[in-house]
């Protein structure tokens, strides 16, 4: 059912976003560490590649404890990254080819050396103490005593989420590091300064916005102790921290503020840990004037066990039932955002693919070909398009993440089991998708002439992008031909999605359906050849399929390892 207000045609619609993580991705002084630059020397390999749009990491001025996610200055680039004309440059660049600019906004909270924080830990009378949200120790404790915070709460990396100001003696909440502290968006001058903020952004050419862990902006007052629990797992915060009661409204005045202040129409997505389906319904809704659409994480749930890094053996049902759930709960009115990675997470090959060395490019079309055949705006986080693997990490000193050493940390003193926290670190930690992107088969994968900040994958001399290029059937030309697919169908984008074989542990199959078009999407989640219990009669027209050679001696109703195929039928029923 479509309302009124929902007349799905916003270029977004059948877009597709490629996430660039700027200190990763191209470094053009040598300094070892990406930057603007850099990415403006790749755009022609973005426009080769079909995408629509540029989400770029934060670049901001930063002391960098969090990789720019702790801004100290909305309105510039960090010197390490460029300037502001190479931005204005970059974003002139998309604009003359076609493509689209999305800046990366974290206005949860800033750094804690932003000036608004200086001037508000300055006292407590400072006009600025109240943009950020101070309270004193718990009632009958000394601050600074153990257990004297004002809340139990554990923040997102482990730490408790309050720090003390020891001169002014009060403590300020930090839902991250101590050094991101919290906006109190209660305070309304907050509110119309960031939006301010946005709208000159706007005026610099900026044609969306993705907003950092946007549903923790509205708190729930008065703060009260967590009694379930009080550690952060994406669940846990759904429960604690996020969906506070002016959520809702808080989007709603930024869309006036923001969106309405210019005819372009933008492109907003916001990240919301812990979401739920239904909840997610209403802020995409377009009657709601919010937002256009979210980041929710029970996908990048079902592979973890107690912690963020505690991975546990994943079950394709739960996958299916949770990524069908989303498609349904946003079938009518809502919008889904699709995504295997991004920044926070371990590469999708080493995490959903086969552990076979011999099956990565087809696990990597696989997984592919199953998002961007989903009903929603896909974003490809950079390097997917190549297959990219998680690197080799060994000791805790390969990593870099503060996220990293914060667990390890914590491991040591609660369980004393460091190689289990290790182990999951492999597997699961950030900076697996954080390592520099593959090139070629250079030295440093081309990423740099120097040193690079974090190393390179060894495996660049087989997984680059100079070979893929120049091979038709690489990775790269797969997710071409996908994004290729998604522009010339309305089903692909608009289409309606119905899950097939809910129950079935290795094959994961869907329809789309659009007017009288209809597609049908079949991929095996394992190494073997397994049949698939469809009608071999509606298969008869073979859209795609990732193995170089068709159907192959199985024929339309078996499926090679970890091989994906559409299908497409005509219908006159509908
Ligand atoms: O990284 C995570 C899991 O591995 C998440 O818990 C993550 O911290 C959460 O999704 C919020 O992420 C965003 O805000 C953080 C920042 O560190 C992340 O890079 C960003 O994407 C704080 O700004
Ligand atoms: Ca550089």
Same mark, same amino acid.
């Given at each position: ?25 191209? $470094? ?81 909270? &800033? ?18 103490? $109240? ?23 554990? +923040? ?76 952060? &797992? ?11 009661? *002016? ?77 069908? *759930? ?5 079938? +009518? ?42 009903? +929603? ?46 182990? =999951? ?9 954080? &390592? ?9 994968? =081309? ?58 542990? &290795? ?50 109703? *078996? ?16």
């Amino acid at each position: 059912m479509t309302s009124p207000g929902q007349a799905m045609t916003e270029w977004w619609r059948n877009a597709v976003v490629y996430q660039v993580y700027p200190r990763s991705f191209a $470094d053009s002084n040598g300094d070892g560490i990406g930057d603007l630059p850099g990415v403006i020397a790749k755009l022609d390999y973005l426009k080769s590649l079909g995408v629509d749009v540029l989400w770029l990491s934060p670049f901001y001025p930063s002391p960098q404890v969090d990789n720019g996610y702790d801004i100290s200055d909305y309105r510039g680039v960090d010197p390490m990254f460029g300037t502001l004309d190479d931005l204005d440059a970059l974003i002139a660049g998309l604009h003359s080819r076609g493509m689209k600019f999305m800046t990366d906004i974290v206005i949860n909270h &800033t750094s804690d050396q932003h000036p608004w924080f200086t001037e508000s830990r300055k006292n407590r009378t400072n006009a600025k103490r $109240d943009w950020y949200i101070w309270r004193s120790a718990r009632a009958g404790h000394t601050p600074g005593a153990p257990g004297a915070e004002p809340t139990n709460w554990v +923040g997102f990396f482990g730490e408790k989420a309050w720090t003390l100001d020891e001169e002014s003696g009060e403590y300020y909440m930090h839902l991250f590091c101590k050094e991101q502290p919290d906006l109190n968006w209660e305070n309304a001058d907050v509110r119309q300064e960031l939006y301010a903020m946005m709208r000159w952004w706007l005026a610099r050419g900026v044609d969306g916005f993705r907003m950092d862990v946007i549903n923790l902006i509205s708190k729930t007052y008065p703060l009260a102790d967590s009694t379930t629990k009080t550690s952060a &797992t994406h669940f846990e915060a759904g429960a604690l921290f996020a969906g506070g009661p *002016r959520l809702g409204e808080f989007l709603a005045e930024m869309r006036r503020e923001v969106n309405g202040s210019t005819d372009k129409v933008l492109l907003t997505v916001g990240e919301m840990p812990g979401t739920v389906a239904s909840d997610a319904a209403g802020y995409t809704n377009p009657d709601n004037s919010q937002i256009d659409m979210i980041f929710q994480f029970e996908h990048m749930d079902i592979d973890r066990g107690t912690g963020r890094y505690d991975p546990i053996p994943w079950r394709l049902t739960d996958l299916k039932r949770t990524l069908g *759930r989303w498609q349904d709960a946003l079938a +009518g009115t809502g919008w889904n955002s699709l995504y295997w990675g991004n920044h926070d997470q371990s590469r999708p090959v080493s995490r959903f693919g086969s552990a076979r060395l011999e099956l990565r490019e087809h696990s990597a079309k696989m997984l592919a070909t199953v998002l961007h055949l989903h009903r +929603g705006t896909p974003y490809i986080y950079q390097g997917e398009e190549l297959g990219m693997a998680n690197y080799p990490f060994e000791t805790l000193e390969d990593f870099d993440d503060v996220d990293a050493y914060n667990s390890y940390r914590i491991a040591q003193t609660d369980t004393g089991d460091t190689e289990a926290i290790l182990a =999951g670190l492999r597997h699961l930690g950030r900076d697996n998708s954080r &390592t520099p992107m593959q090139w070629d088969a250079t030295t440093n994968a =081309g990423f740099t002439t120097g040193t690079p900040w974090l190393p390179v994958n060894p495996n660049h001399v087989d997984v680059n992008a100079a070979v893929q290029i120049n091979d038709a059937g690489s990775v790269f030309h797969h997710y071409r031909r996908l994004i290729g697919l998604r522009h010339a169908l309305d089903t692909v984008s608009l289409g309606s999605f119905e899950m097939l074989l809910p129950e079935d542990e &290795t094959i994961y199959a869907f329809t789309r359906t659009h007017g009288s078009e209809q597609l049908l999407v079949v991929a095996n989640f394992s190494d073997n050849e397994p049949e698939v219990p469809l009608d071999a009669a509606d298969w008869n027209q073979l859209v795609m399929t990732t193995y170089p050679d068709g159907l192959g001696p199985g024929g339309p109703t *078996r499926l090679r390892p970890r091989e994906a195929r559409i299908y497409r039928r005509r219908t006159t029923t509908h």
